[in-house]
């Protein structure tokens, strides 16, 4: 069967760094998405990995290993306003998007 | 990018009855996808709407239970019929419009509907 596997829950301090990993067991792969969604909202696009190595978006950095069916959400200087649920998602040979359960991030002062 | 409107936003329904949940983008897109979130779970694809046809349901989702309208390229219903206290879920529109090369989806506010 097809999975998504990322951490439930995780806690960080406001200024810090934290990673948040997904990996994937898909019928075959055309890329993964990390989306976030804050309480009550809808989820909205962070970034996309096709091809292996890092993207970096201003705080927030992507990164992809295919051969690991592996990827991280690196999230810098942490906010208040980063509380949120972070998705990953892969799409399949299908063109098909399988998500994960999501990775509920919260924030300290 | 895609400004998508969903309604209503949240609603308390009755066991037994059906709810109607509106979608409307502010630009024509080919396919219009149904989500389910219950919660703490991880979005469920319930089906993909497209204009001129008729929608494709995922695994355990049923038109009976489900009916969708696609009357153009703007807008789409999903309604939830005979609801059961099961149902209550955050019920989310999305679209991913073709000018976007990562082919990222957009999605509306979400319709959370408690059934008691």
């Known amino acids: 069967g097809q999975n998504i596997d990322q951490p439930t829950e995780m806690t960080a301090t406001e200024g810090a760094i934290v990673q948040i990993n997904c990996t994937y067991q898909?019928?075959?792969?055309?890329?993964l998405f990390w989306y976030q969604q804050h309480a009550g909202e809808a989820p909205t696009f962070l970034s996309y990995?096709?091809l292996d190595g890092l993207e970096e978006k201003g705080r927030f950095s992507s990164f992809l290993s295919r051969s690991k069916g592996y990827s991280y959400l690196l999230l810098k200087e942490l906010q208040m306003k980063d509380s949120a649920s972070y998705l990953c998602?892969?799409?399949?040979?299908?063109?098909?998007?399988?998500w994960g359960a999501g990775t509920k991030l919260i924030i300290k002062p | 990018s895609a400004v998508i409107s969903q309604k209503p936003s949240r609603d308390i329904c009755q066991r037994g009855t059906s709810l109607t949940i509106q979608c409307q983008v502010d630009?024509?897109?080919?396919?219009m996808f149904w989500y389910r979130q219950q919660p703490g779970q991880s979005l469920t694809l319930i089906a993909t709407?497209?204009?001129?046809?008729?929608?494709?349901?995922e695994s355990g989702f049923v038109i009976d239970k489900f009916p969708i309208s696609r009357p153009n390229l703007t807008f789409s219903t999903l309604t939830v019929s005979n609801m059961s206290p099961e149902d209550s879920s955050i019920y989310l529109c999305?679209?991913?419009?073709?000018?976007?090369?990562?082919?990222?989806?957009?999605f509306g506010e979400g319709s959370r509907l408690t059934v008691l």
């Open positions: 999305s679209v991913q419009p073709g000018i976007s090369d990562t082919g990222e989806l957009f």
């Open positions: 630009s024509q897109v080919t396919m």
């Open positions: 709407a497209n204009q001129g046809s008729e929608a494709t349901y």
């Open positions: 898909t019928s075959g792969f055309n890329g």
């Open positions: 990995n096709v």
């Open positions: 998602a892969v799409l399949d040979s299908n063109y098909q998007l399988i």
